[in-house]
């Protein structure tokens, strides 16, 4: 039986997610890239998904409901931070039904995952947000949210992380 939390809405829970939730979250998945013009990045499958999450256990999705209709989700996964020596959550996606969003739901979310943070011992809890989404920018400000503005994101994908990895020979012994 999967635990539900209470969360102060009416008619709104949030659940851990369950492999049989797998196709739901890629679902999820593909609106918010839609939301945020990326959904030809996308190349999540279900059985990736279903591998990473429910099998290596790499990251964790907690679902939300509204009249036990799913119209979110929060995908996280823990990090460490040298410096304060913890660990800490860091959120990867936030996503919330357009029509669910103005009713409370997102503060949910991060509450939820801020307790869970704190519970977990974690140092901190953090995520990247699209420099044009002002509404999300607006509302993380809200929640106590602080900008890493001396911070810039670096990434190596697709060929360029392969031409990196072939950089220098190194062999296991």
Sequence with gaps: MEKLWDTGLADFKLRFAEV??????????????????MLPDVVATE???????????IAEVIIGEYKNAPIGF???????????????????????????????????FLTFLAQLAIERKCGRLEWWCLD????????????????????TV?????EALYNLASKLPIKKR
């Excluded at 049989?20 to 945020?36: G, M, Q």
């Excluded at 669910?100 to 949910?108: A, E, F």
Aim: charged fraction near 30%; hydrophobic fraction near 40%; glycine fraction near 6%.
């Design 20 to 37: 049989t939730d797998v196709s739901l979250i890629l679902n999820f998945i593909r609106e918010l890239a839609e939301y945020e013009n």
């Design 74 to 108: 929060a995908l996280f996964f823990h990090n460490f931070s040298t410096f304060l020596g913890k660990t800490g959550i860091y959120l990867e996606d936030l996503y919330v039904k357009p029509e669910m969003r103005g009713k409370g739901i997102g503060k949910i």
């Design 154 to 158: 670096y990434r190596v994908s697709d």
């Design 132 to 151: 044009w989404n002002e509404p999300s920018i607006k509302f993380y400000k809200q929640m106590g949210a602080i900008p890493m503005d001396d911070w």
């Design 47 to 57: 059985e990736v998904l279903r591998e990473s999450l429910f099998e290596q256990k």
